[in-house]
């Protein structure tokens, strides 16, 4: 089937079937570009304050010459950065980059124990911390490998005097900075200031070089760091580039980037794509704050959006998104996990934008398969593989399967990532010696090579012999008008092994769990109804907003 590329005559007019990765050596001669192309430009905003391309240029070198040139880091040498949006983020992220160091972006949000494991494991050698997060690195420094620590304070880079009312509302209003004692650490400023004295470094890049460390696979055991390099990065932006193509404009685009810039989806999509564009990137810092969010919103003037299900659900939630000028805005997408339709046409009617829903893979650099832009309505497809790539459905058996017909998604092409960080035997499970990239989703394809995912191959509830997809059933469940969120997992049952329950969060304070069962007969065929319905005030979720079902899962069989 791969030979046959029948999503190719259903491109959009000027997508071309291929990219030319060689266009760039690096990701940093992207940034290169980007810095000489749009100086004067603003490229990243946060809290009101503004930095342009050639401030983002000047401060990320000079945090490259406090790597190498004080640090003494070395090629290759990994630096670990654990921050939300805010401006230090893309400053310490590019000064690495241009630095020829390897980048392990870490979730703020992480455990003792979960960041214990990613230092140790990327063997980094540095950190920089933001000092609401200080504490967690305090517990477990010692028994890692970091020598060079960097801290500093959500409101460092926005100006005196703002910057000193924010680091005082976070700290003693907000008390968002527990207590931390880590006396060997170099403030951010400081380490800028000691870093301009010092030449940007020449370092030779190739494709074949690691860019990150992107941690992955927590849900499946211990995370792995999968290897994304240079040529990797490239390959992604210019695939993701070529598909937006006509309809962004270099030097006028403004992206609100609410999810985190250390998760793939953003630091790809947003991240590179608009900087290579000279775009805006708006940044959230916190986007569970709903209400300051849609504040930001109405100052923002944007054009583009990306984001999660849970995001844009939670956005047409909040009072006084409806009022947001949307006049400019020509791109909204949907990555990270299902886009629902219910999500999906309410977005439509309230934006007067296609909620356009794209697949990837932190293997992949994220990107596979995008909906075309200009699609009129909400179609329950990921959208077809982007240029340089190649998809297929394989059976259990590892056979290429026909058009239509049910099995797992498989992915080769230039954004497939060089392997787990020292994990050759995880590698093998996933990678075929041909190039081929096991996803672990079960999909199907169409004849005009439209990519449908019927679920994740470890969700699957098993009922009676029947296949359960919780994504249909989540699906459906949502477009009831008294329901908020939804997790549909399966529990075992001595009748028929599996039944599904759901886990859900009301609209409608009223709802009942009759109401709910009824929609269900209404809609679903009679195994993939719900047999225990669970109200809740919450989901669990990822820090980008993914529900957790495998915490669902795990809390029942505890239970039981």
Known sequence: MSNERPWLAHYPAGVPAQIDINAYASVAAVLDEAFER????????????????????????QFAGYLTGVLKLAKGDRVAIMMPNVLQYPIALF?????????????PMYTARELKHQLEDSGAKAIVVLDNFAATLQEVVAETKVKHIVTTGIGDLLGFPKSLVYNFVVKHVQ???????????????????????HALPSVELTHDDIAFLQYTGG????????????????????????WIGASAKPGEEVIITALPLYHIFSLTANGLVFMRLGGLNWLITNPRDMPKF????????????????????GLLNTPGFAEVDFSKVHLTLGGGMAVQRAVAERWKKVTGVTLAEAYGLTETSPAVCINPLDIPDYNSSIGLPIPSTDVAIWSEEGQPLPIGEVGELMVRGPQ??????????????????????HTGDIARMDERGYVYIVDRKKDMILVSGFNVYPNEVE????????????????????HSGEVVKLFVVRKDPSLTVEQIKEFARENLTGYKRPKVIEFRDSLPKTNVGKILRRELRDEKKASA
Do not use: C
């Open 38 to 61: 749009f100086s004067g430009r603003p490229a990243f905003s946060n809290f009101g304050t503004a930095l342009t391309y050639a401030e983002i240029d000047a401060a990320s070198r």
């Open 95 to 107: 000064g690495a980059l241009r630095a020829g160091l390897v980048v392990v972006n870490t979730n």
């Open 175 to 197: 008390k968002m900075v527990p207590a931390y004692s880590l006396p060997q650490a170099v403030r951010f400023r400081d380490a800028l200031s000691q870093g301009a004295s």
């Open 219 to 242: 849900t499946t055991g211990v995370a792995k760091g999968a290897m994304l390099t240079h040529g990797n990065m490239i390959a992604n932006m210019l695939q993701a580039s070529a």
């Open 294 to 313: 849609v504040k930001e919103l109405k100052q923002s003037g944007f054009t583009a959006m990306t984001g999660v299900n849970t995001l844009f659900n």
């Open 416 to 437: 497939v990532m060089k392997g787990y960080w020292q994990r050759p035997d995880e590698t093998a499970k996933v990678l075929e010696p041909s190039g081929w990239l």
């Open 475 to 494: 699906d459906i469940i949502m477009q009831h008008p008294g329901v908020a969120e939804v997790a549909a997992v399966g529990v075992q049952d001595e």
